[in-house]
């Protein structure tokens, strides 16, 4: 057998030189031929990696100069060649393309998102909460409204540096004060809650009657030009001369002369009565001496001096969300707000009164405690009863309280009505959270009242109760403010109103059952008592009334000192 035969090609020999020929014959023509010398290197046959991506174009060329020894550009004879160019490209629509800013639609986009968004998120709240949108938006509104009005009045710069000293870091705002120094030596006897208060019940007390003829004073008649008082007319509140008698259940010889007949077994008098009646609205610290005497109690008043007894204060904002300071610099603490307010009642009180006329004689045209010289005190004084249908200890109680009214008028139907006539004062509504009564006294003459109400609930329910205990027809009370909210001198009357007692007192929701049952369960707590001298305190920082056994002697150096004159008269300046 014999082996294949291997044949080698014909090679051109070049005699002239090193490598193949110029034009080798044994090489087809069609296939191109790269030149090279002998510097060459032995290049790369194709590129898997990709140089000209990881090196810039001049790099890259250094590159391959340095590695193959040749340029980039050394083998072009094999590079592809595009058999149709860019520029032999025609598009079919030749219309031309709407150019759009794609910033613009991102931002619509975008828009459309968020209110998607937002839409979804309401409808949860509506399903989670069960809230109305139009709710949340007046809730809102109301919270900004708040806000505004808290920036309004200071912020924090009314309630002091946040830290040391501030409200913010769980310190207590500075306590209100007990209107009496408790000492060490009183004896407390019974604390009566208000929660367990507001529960008491005791219908069927009845309106009250007359005692005999004691009736006192004189009363003029109202003036009803008044009542077109408005904010657009108003006049200004004028200083009316006269006498303020502030006598107490003691120290009233009427009072002294139906004991000693045995005519009743607990007196007091009706600011006093009111107090007691109304305490579980109060808010403020206030102080009672109950006199416990033989088989009579005698409610009165500690001798302070004036008008500056806390049952004789009228107090202002004592029920607002914001109180104002009870002492401190300005004329917006609580002390003078009261000073003020006195002065408002006292001389709207006369102003309104016919004066100049002849009045309505009451059965004796005098008290025995005013006095001549200091002149008329333009008030009339009732002493009247009421018989509770509970007995205390086998033995029925009757009190005697002496009432008073402010004035008369004539009813359409010609019958004569008694009136009480109070005031209230308007000091700064931005601070006192009320409104302002010169936007809205004239067309929301309700809304104002209402505030009024909810900032000043105790002493609208004592105002009530001192009506409805002297058996006043109507109520007239005036609307009084500053003539400038940084003068407290200086007042006008914007308007009047008139109420009846009994239905206002539903306005308030103060119930008269529960009033009564109120002082039923104070005098039966004193009336078991032995003999002796108690006192009656409202707790400054709790809602609890305390009854304290005093010892002998307590207090009575308070009204040595006051002097021996048993009526207080202030004339206004």
């Not at 990696?49 to 980039?72: C, H, K, L, P, Q």
């Not at 509504?429 to 009024?452: C, H, I, N, P």
């Not at 009047?496 to 009994?502: A, E, H």
Request: with cysteine; net charge positive; aromatic share 8%.
């Amino acid at each position: 057998m014999s082996l294949p035969q291997f044949s080698l090609s014909t090679f051109d020999k070049n005699e002239s030189g090193w490598g193949p020929q110029a034009h080798p014959t044994a090489i087809d023509s069609s296939v191109p031929f790269q030149q090279f010398n002998k510097a060459d290197r032995v290049g790369r046959v194709a590129d898997w990696i990709g140089v000209d991506r990881y090196f810039g174009r001049r790099t890259a060329d250094r590159y391959n100069e340095r590695m193959y020894g040749s340029a980039a550009n050394a083998g072009s004879q094999f590079d592809y060649i595009h058999g149709m160019e860019d520029n032999n490209f025609q598009l079919v629509d030749s219309s031309k393309p709407i150019q759009r800013n794609p910033q613009r639609n991102f931002r619509a986009r975008q828009l459309q998102f968020r209110k998607l968004l937002q839409k979804d998120q309401e409808k949860r709240d509506m399903i989670a909460q069960g809230q109305n949108l139009r709710m949340k938006r007046s809730i809102a509104k109301e919270q900004q409204r708040a806000f505004k009005m808290w920036q309004k009045r200071g912020g924090n710069a009314r309630q002091g540096p946040r830290g040391q000293g501030g409200r913010y870091q769980g310190d207590r705002p500075k306590e209100r004060l007990p209107s009496v120094q408790v000492r060490s030596d009183w004896r407390v006897i019974e604390e009566m809650d208000f929660p367990r208060l507001l529960k008491l019940n005791l219908p069927g007390v009845g309106s009250g009657e007359d005692i005999n003829e004691h009736q006192y004073g004189t009363l003029h008649f109202y003036d009803k030009a008044t009542d077109r008082v408005n904010v657009k007319n108003p006049i200004q509140l004028q200083r009316c001369g006269g006498s303020f008698y502030n006598v107490t259940t003691t120290e009233d010889p009427i009072i002294e002369q139906l004991a000693q007949k045995g005519i009743g077994n607990v007196f007091a008098t009706d600011i006093i009565l009111a107090t007691l009646m109304a305490s579980t609205r109060s808010v403020y610290s206030w102080d009672i001496v109950a006199h416990r005497v033989g088989d009579k109690l005698f409610f009165d008043k500690r001798d302070t001096g004036g008008f500056s007894n806390p049952v004789d204060a009228l107090t202002v904002s004592e029920t607002s969300g914001d109180t104002p300071p009870f002492e401190g610099a300005g004329i917006n603490n609580a002390k003078d707000l009261a000073t003020e307010a006195l002065y408002i009642n006292q001389n709207f009180r006369r102003q309104v009164l016919k004066r100049t006329d002849e009045g309505h004689k009451m059965t004796n045209a005098k008290a025995p405690f005013e006095d001549d010289a200091a002149g008329d005190s333009a008030c009339a004084y009732k002493y009247r009863k009421w018989k509770l249908p509970q007995n205390i200890n086998g033995k029925p109680v009757e009190v005697v309280c002496r009432t008073e009214h402010d004035g008369v008028m004539l009813s359409p139907n010609g019958e004569l009505q008694y009136l009480t006539i109070k005031a209230f004062n308007e000091w700064d509504s931005s601070f006192s959270g009320g409104v302002d009564w010169r936007s809205k006294l004239d067309m929301q003459k309700g809304a104002v009242l209402a505030t009024e109400m909810k900032n000043n609930s105790c002493k609208l329910a004592k105002w009530t109760l001192q009506a409805v205990l002297a058996g006043s027809d109507v109520m007239k009370l005036g609307y009084v403010s500053r003539v400038s909210v940084r003068n407290s001198a200086q007042h006008a009357i914007l308007g009047t109103q008139q109420l009846k007692p009994v239905e206002f007192a539903q306005n308030l929701s103060l119930s008269l059952d529960n009033a009564w049952a109120i002082l039923y369960c104070i005098i039966s707590s004193c009336m078991k008592q032995p003999p002796g001298k108690y006192l009656l305190l409202k707790d400054p920082q709790a809602q609890v009334v305390r009854l304290y056994a005093l010892p002998d002697g307590t207090f009575d150096s308070e009204a040595s000192s006051s002097g021996d004159d048993r009526n207080d008269s202030d004339d206004d300046q």
